[in-house]
């Protein structure tokens, strides 16, 4: 590794005899920037509040207070810290404890310099490629769900081009699915739920409610008339075929937006009372992202005009699903929709 690679890492020194701190400084820092702990409570603290964190830790196992087995195993129990790795002060009765602990490596003391240097140097590096690997990882990642939203969404756009709708329903669900989101997240209603999901997934998401209509035959999906039993059913299949052509992207549980694409393209014609479809699910045991768009969707198809109707006022369409509260629609969604209703009716 050259010199311009190392000269800006970081090394954090905790040990609580200063002299041990001192020589170590003067071993590695004309290669590294080296800040010191005198103890494990500093230690923690100036890893825990650091906007920068180091790229290696050289740490005491014998201080005072808190020790370095226990600097170690609070590392190891965060997220980011446990990825930093940490060499052991030690004698030699205790290396074969501190690499079971999860150190990386240890150096012995009194100090050889050289060992010090090329060890240190050896877990820098490491630190360093894993760190960029990791990142190439993440940023390829991020172009695959990249890839996959422009296609869910391209088809969905297609979806749009046969009902004659130019987009614009797409585009009206998504900001009326944030608006009620936000309006939930407020209240601090379904806040357990909406604490722990990814709220632009979700309204994302929202635009792909229809995409198993790509299947559904012009004649039926444009068709101006009533729709007979044997075309309902047909319209129907639109949400378990939608969830499947999701169900097939999906390369991971972890992939958020897909999960959310799944449920809402599925779930979203459920009904509270649960006489919905495809899975007659009730209550909460429908998504809640499923069932934010299904007021969205309602609103947005019957305040539209389409090749079958003509618009309806917003207050029309409003007392309609004040009337469906708690029969087709979540109540608490419902009322969520009322206390933004002017939002909706700016937005469509």
């Not at 998504?174 to 709220?199: A, P, S, W």
């Amino acid at each position: 590794m050259s010199t311009e690679e190392t000269e800006r890492s970081r090394i954090l020194v905790v040990d609580d005899i200063e002299i041990n701190r001192i020589i170590l400084q003067e071993i590695l820092s004309d290669t590294y920037d080296i800040e010191q702990a005198a103890d494990g409570m500093e230690a923690i603290s100036k890893l825990f509040n650091a906007i920068d964190k180091p790229h290696l830790v050289l740490l005491d196992i014998m201080m005072p207070g808190m020790d370095g087995f226990e600097v170690l195993e609070l590392m190891k129990a965060d997220p980011i810290l446990k990825r930093i790795p940490v060499v052991f002060i030690t004698a030699a009765d205790e290396e074969i404890k501190g690499l079971n602990a999860g150190a990386a490596d240890y150096i012995s003391k009194p100090f050889e310099p050289e060992i010090v240097r090329l060890r240190t140097a050896n877990l820098i590096e490491l630190f360093l490629h894993r760190e960029k690997l990791e990142s190439l990882v993440e940023q390829k990642s991020a172009e695959l769900v990249a890839t996959k939203e422009t296609f869910l969404e391209n088809v969905a756009g297609m979806i749009e081009y046969r009902s004659l709708e130019s987009g614009q329903h797409i585009k009206r669900s998504k900001i009326l699915t944030g608006v009620l989101i936000k309006q939930l997240l407020d209240t601090r209603v379904y806040e357990n739920i909406l604490l722990n999901v990814d709220h632009a997934a979700m309204v994302k998401a929202a635009a792909l409610h229809d995409v198993g209509k790509i299947v559904i035959p012009d004649n039926i999906l444009l068709k101006p008339g009533k729709l007979t039993p044997e075309e309902f059913k047909i319209i129907e299949t639109h949400t378990t075929i939608g969830s499947e052509i999701v169900k097939s992207m999906m390369v991971n549980s972890d992939d958020y937006y897909i999960r959310h694409c799944y449920d809402i393209s599925r779930h979203h014609h459920e009904r509270w009372d649960g006489k919905g479809y495809p899975d007659k699910l009730s209550g909460e045991d429908i998504p809640l992202s499923a069932r934010i768009v299904a007021v969205v969707d309602v609103y947005d198809a019957l305040a539209s005009e389409r090749c079958y109707k003509k618009a309806m006022s917003h207050e029309d369409t409003v007392n309609i699903l004040i009337k469906d509260a708690g029969s087709h629609f979540d109540p608490e969604v419902i009322k969520a929709m009322l206390e933004v209703q002017e939002q909706l009716r700016i937005n469509h």
